[in-house]
């Protein structure tokens, strides 16, 4: 027996031995990430379309530092470690006093602080040196940093909306506050969350139940649950809540500024029932809430039915954040197959070389670019609108672009980092590897700020009450009108036209059938996104044929030979839920 058991050993032995050489006959190089900056000529040339040689040239060193520094081994180990060390809920101290801490990962606290110095919240409020095109720059810096965050972005982007909304309708007493929430200090940075979603009310806000009263000393204080809050560690948010006796409805509710803890230091009356256990966003703090008699503050004249106007101003704010989240985590996945493309051999060939391949990373790469032209846009739009510059017009088309944007955006960036995964392998969906988090913090962004049905009602909204939808298709013909006879943009310019003619045809017939318009709001949405993207890639592809370089150009007619309008709704919708 004992001759056996050392056989055995000695077998299980020169058996490993034999697996360990086997296996080290080959070793995959490892995929790097190259700088963000200067490896994403989309971004590059997008940015350079919109500002201007003078203004290009003068923020491109600082987006170029940003755009080392965010694929650095260093930055890129804080954001992964920073999904591995998720938020704790700490409801009591140890001698049984409520505290409700929520403790983060310090790796994520890193991040954050990074972000401020970079200006993630203060570029858009600064003068000096970019004024009205400010905005655009910080998409620039938004597009490099966010994909590096480990979703700090979210509380960024609520921190903005918040400023912009203290901005327009707080009072005096505000302004430090606002100070705050743009600096670029770390020590002194505030962020804010937005308090909205409620268990009755998510998109139909009407139905919030959080009630406002005034106490003794005439001090609004709040009641009521708030189901689904993001940055919870935030100084402060925004939240909507209904004075008592208030009607139903929207009609009914004001908008407070609500703060954690007080001027004296003591803990405002807010309860963490607990963290949120979510498919991804996983770094970022999300809680259930108790409000239990919190002191507010409104923000303006709390009158009834004024809170939904002024968290609109959030709102947007918010929904071009998440959009810029949706194109830069479609940008990272592309960098991602592409550095594997160039280091996997197949068939005896690199794998970049294969057709079937690089087709993929071409469509891929045609969703990144569409994405993008729509944020810029947006994004320039929005400057213009903060700065009081703003042409005629261009409300009406922002209105109607945000929504668009922000939906087309979510649906594009959900298939590309899936595909994106795909492209890598096995490996790619190992955690390890971090696309797994990639793939599950992007699945946040068709939901957070509107899904795509709800965005979409809100398209048909801006057709069917205001010229917003019609104020957008006319500025996509704008761009493209003197383009239809060009050798190189014609056909492309054409195949925009016959879609304006579509969407304007179907927003047409939605007008006299409710149901109808419902259900066809999404495919007119998602074809105005893909309509205008299109015109502008080609507008852009015009420019950048004049220096030489003919990338966009094929871009947009890629986009325009795929189809730019999805198909009409379904007539039968009995089968949505199985009626027979």
């Known amino acids: 027996m004992a001759l056996i058991a050392m056989s055995l050993a000695t077998s299980r032995s020169h058996s490993r031995e034999h697996k360990l050489r086997t296996m080290a006959d080959f070793q995959q190089t490892a995929p790097r990430l190259p700088d963000a900056w200067s490896s994403d000529r989309i971004l590059r040339e997008g940015l350079a379309y919109h500002l201007g040689d003078e203004v290009f040239a003068a923020a491109e060193p600082e987006l170029g530092e940003l755009g080392r520094a965010v694929t650095d081994a260093r930055v890129l180990d804080l954001a992964a470690r920073a999904e591995r060390e998720p938020p704790r809920h700490v409801p009591y101290s140890p001698w049984g006093e409520r505290v409700d801490e929520i403790q983060v990962s310090d790796a994520y606290s890193e991040l954050g602080r990074f972000g401020v110095e970079a200006g993630v919240t203060a570029l858009p409020y600064e003068t000096d040196p970019y004024g009205v095109k400010a905005r655009l720059v910080w998409a620039g810096v938004l597009s490099l940093w966010g994909p590096s965050s480990a979703l700090a972005s979210c509380p960024v982007a609520m921190t903005d909306g918040a400023a912009r909304t203290l901005l327009l309708h707080g009072g005096d007493e505000e302004r430090d506050i606002v100070e705050r929430l743009t600096t670029r200090d770390p020590e002194r940075a505030w962020a804010s969350g937005q308090w909205m979603t409620e268990t009755a009310g998510g998109s139909d806000v009407g139905r919030t139940g959080t009630v406002a009263r005034r106490d003794d000393n005439g001090h609004w204080r709040l009641w009521g649950t708030k189901w689904f809050t993001s940055a919870t560690t935030s100084e402060m948010a925004l939240t909507l809540a209904r004075p008592e006796g208030g009607p139903e409805g929207s009609r009914g509710l004001v908008l407070f500024r609500v703060h954690r803890f007080l001027g004296d230091g003591t803990r405002n009356r807010i309860i963490v029932r607990r963290l949120k256990d979510k498919l991804g966003t996983r770094a970022l703090p999300t809680a259930e809430l108790e409000l239990e008699g919190a002191l507010a503050w409104p923000v303006g004249e709390p009158e009834m039915g004024s809170g939904v106007r002024r968290i609109a101003t959030m709102l947007n704010i918010t929904r071009i954040h998440n959009a810029l989240g949706a194109s830069g985590a479609l940008g990272r996945g592309l960098a991602w197959a592409r550095a594997y493309a160039r280091e996997r051999e197949v068939f005896g060939r690199p794998l970049h070389e294969l057709p079937a391949h690089r087709a993929t990373l071409t469509d891929l790469a045609v969703d990144y670019a569409a994405g993008l ?76 700020e509107g899904t795509t049905n709800v965005l979409s009602l809100d398209v048909l909204r801006a057709a069917q009450k205001s010229n917003a939808l019609e104020a957008l298709l006319d500025d996509g013909l704008r761009l493209v009108a003197d383009l239809v006879d060009d050798p190189r943009s014609g056909e492309t310019a054409r195949a925009i036209l016959t879609a304006v003619d579509e969407l304007n045809k179907r927003s047409v017939e939605m007008a006299d059938d409710p149901e109808g318009a419902e259900a066809g709001a999404r495919p007119l949405a998602l074809g105005t996104g893909s309509t205008y993207a299109c015109a502008l890639l080609c507008r852009q592809g015009h420019w950048a044929a004049r220096r030489g370089k003919g990338s966009t150009a094929a871009i947009a007619a890629r986009l325009a030979t795929r189809g730019l309008v999805p198909a009409p709704p379904p007539l039968d919708l009995t089968i949505a839920m199985n009626d027979e």
């Open 373 to 448: 032209a729509l944020v810029l846009r947006c994004c320039e739009l929005a400057g213009r609108q903060e700065h009081g510059t703003g042409a005629a017009g261009e409300s009406a088309v922002l209105r109607c672009l945000t929504p668009v944007t922000k939906l087309s955006t979510g649906r594009w960036s959900i298939a590309g980092v899936t595909e994106a995964m795909e492209a890598i392998g096995g490996v790619g969906y190992c955690e390890d590897s971090t696309i797994p988090a990639l793939v599950r913090n992007t699945h946040v962004i068709p939901i957070w």
